[in-house]
């Protein structure tokens, strides 16, 4: 059973807006974190937002009040809108939920153990 699947990326231009969605396999409460990552080709995967089992928010310093992660544990969902989209964020979006058995930040790669398959999201000029 596959464990997340993003969906909600697009192409936009810049100053618009678009929501992410990630559907989880299991109830998003039980998720020690879940977070979003972005990625462009050739480079590393980089933290986006993280939100814990009880709602507790991290954002990386170049989206803070601009997207905003949340999740609604009866869909069992993850969401990340972004809002005031610029080109510098265009990339591949990924979900990732931990499950409570690794540590490190919380905006690190390492903490995470299950990963969506990505999806694209393109800002133009």
């Known amino acids: 059973v596959q464990q997340l699947v993003e969906s909600g990326g697009g192409s936009v231009q810049a100053g618009g807006s678009l929501r992410l969605s990630c559907t989880t396999a299991?109830?998003?409460?039980?998720?020690?974190?879940l977070a979003w990552f972005r990625q462009a080709p050739g480079r590393e995967r980089q933290g986006v937002a993280a939100?814990?089992?009880?709602?507790?928010?991290t954002y990386a310093d170049s989206v803070k009040g601009r997207f905003f992660i949340s999740k609604d544990d009866n869909k069992n969902t993850l969401y990340l809108q972004m809002n005031s989209l610029t080109p510098d964020d265009t990339d591949t979006y990924y979900c990732?939920?931990?499950?409570?058995?690794?540590?490190?930040?919380?905006?690190?790669?390492?903490?995470?153990?299950?990963w969506g398959q990505g999806t694209q999201v393109t800002v133009s000029p």
């Open positions: 939100i814990a089992w009880d709602g507790t928010t």
């Open positions: 299991a109830t998003t409460y039980t998720y020690t974190y």
């Open positions: 990732a939920a931990d499950v409570g058995g690794r540590s490190g930040p919380v905006l690190g790669t390492e903490r995470y153990d299950y």
